[in-house]
């Protein structure tokens, strides 16, 4: 996998301590060990089963930390050449075949996705502003009771959304919401 100085550890889990690298690119910022040990918190212990879907995956850390918390499947999307080859290194090291990276933007995987996912994280580069574009494609690719996980330097209006925690470290701005949809009468 060559040397890389750029590395990420997974938290807890079957991969727990694993490190994993991940390249010099432009707006790749891994969610701090702080935020991310938050964000599980707020989700349990174990993620059994679930079905995740790591939009921007980057670095891998949400995604890998998923699989590593039992997550029966966890699809990561990146674009970025350097950044796929490396996942997919990763996921080579760990043996970790829950795991699927695909290749392509992440509105035209949006738009294009049949799967339904428990579990979405949303960590696009902050420069780009993307989560007011993205939110409103995922209400029909979640599963019932699917949560999201948001992270920017700065949290659109979340209508139509119900935020059930939400918090922030230096820059970063974060919250897990789940679509606001009526109950039946």
Avoid at 3 to 31: C, H, M, S, W
Avoid at 142 to 161: K, S
């Amino acid at each position: 996998m060559g040397e890389y100085r750029n590395k990420v550890r997974v938290i807890a889990g079957k991969y727990r301590r694993r490190q994993l690298a991940f390249p010099d690119v432009d707006g790749l910022r891994p969610t701090p060990d702080r935020v991310r040990t938050t964000l599980f918190n707020w989700l349990g212990a174990e993620l059994d089963g679930l079905v995740c879907l790591d939009l921007f995956a980057g670095s891998g850390a949400l995604g890998f930390e998923a699989a590593s918390r039992g997550a029966r499947r966890v699809v990561m999307v990146e674009r970025d050449r350097s950044a796929l080859t490396l996942l997919k290194d990763n996921r080579r090291m760990l043996g970790a075949d829950e795991i699927d990276v695909v290749s392509g933007d992440a509105l035209a995987y949006l738009r294009g996705a049949r799967e339904r996912f428990d579990l979405v994280f949303l960590d696009p580069p902050f420069g780009l502003d993307l989560l007011p574009a993205l939110l409103p494609l995922l209400p029909g690719l979640l599963a019932p009771g699917a949560r999201v996980y948001l992270e920017a330097a700065r949290l659109p209006d979340l209508a139509g959304w119900r935020v059930l925690k939400q918090g922030s470290a230096g820059a970063v701005r974060y919250a897990l919401v789940e679509a606001d949809v009526a109950e039946p009468a």
